[in-house]
């Protein structure tokens, strides 16, 4: 059974960090890429950031770009969401998500965690 489960979220004050993490099981990602999307109260899902990890090749919405760092850990099948700077307009549901290629659409994916709550706090 494939599971992906995010860890990490909470309430950070504006301008602080958070680090979240999706362990991944069931099966080898390897070829995959990995994501995360954000869905914040009455607001469409929307792409935050991604990985491969064959190469190693990332990918960020403008709106974080210089503030966050995804990377992960192939041993662990973990992969991790480094927010820096962090402000209330990052409030939302963190999701971790992965499909056969690197994508910004949130219908591309093949499988969903479960979803962890950042709320940054003004």
């Known amino acids: 059974q494939v599971q992906l489960v995010e860890s990490g979220g909470g309430l950070v004050q504006a301008g602080g960090s958070l680090r979240l993490s999706c362990a991944t099981s069931?099966?080898?990602?390897?070829?995959?890429?990995m994501h995360w999307f954000r869905q914040a109260p009455g607001k469409e899902r929307e792409f935050v950031a991604a990985?491969?990890?064959?190469?190693?090749?990332?990918d960020y919405t403008d709106s974080v770009k210089g503030r966050f760092t995804i990377s992960g850990d192939a041993a662990k099948n973990t992969v991790y969401l480094q927010m820096n700077s962090l402000k209330p307009e990052d409030t939302a549901v963190y999701y971790c998500?992965?499909?056969?290629?690197?994508?910004?659409?949130?219908?591309?994916?093949?499988?969903w965690g479960q979803g962890t709550q950042v709320t940054v706090s003004s």
């Open positions: 069931g099966r080898t990602f390897i070829s995959y890429a």
């Open positions: 998500a992965t499909a056969p290629a690197m994508g910004n659409r949130a219908q591309i994916m093949h499988y």
């Open positions: 990985i491969t990890w064959s190469a190693g090749r990332t």
